[in-house]
């Protein structure tokens, strides 16, 4: 089932995913088109057993999980490394709170160059 094949290349990728990645893995060995892999990601999404997010670059990303990351990307080889806590959704509560806004989602990136591209001397 196309819906397992997804689930496990997300489960086994170090990374999040876009469609296309997944699309391009699938294509090899399975027929598949992009938008079956876009529409089995929105229904995965949908049930809330993967996460998907669009970040600056405005593509979207999913990986496994439904907890909200935020992400440091090397502006040298682009890895994306995500954090582990959002501090924001607390702002965003208080915002909701003093304001009566409902806020749906948010982002936030933060870049510059990661460990591994500093001691390699090929920060630009």
Do not use: W
């Not at 496990?8 to 027929?31: C, R, V």
């Not at 970040?55 to 994306?80: L, S, V």
């Amino acid at each position: 089932m196309k819906k397992d094949i997804i689930f496990n290349l997300l489960k086994n990728s170090p990374k999040s995913l876009t469609a296309e990645e997944i699309y391009n893995d699938m294509s090899q060995t399975t027929d598949v088109n992009l938008s079956t892999v876009y529409r089995t990601l929105n229904n995965l999404v949908a049930k809330g057993e993967i996460t998907k997010n669009v970040r600056q670059d405005k593509i979207a990303y999913f990986e496994i999980g439904d907890q909200h990351k935020h992400y440091m990307i090397c502006d040298n080889c682009h890895t994306a490394f995500p954090t582990e806590n959002c501090e924001i959704d607390k702002l965003a509560r208080k915002l909701k709170r003093e304001t009566g806004f409902n806020i749906t989602s948010h982002t936030l990136e933060f870049h510059g160059i990661c460990p591994e591209c500093i001691n390699k001397g090929t920060n630009k």
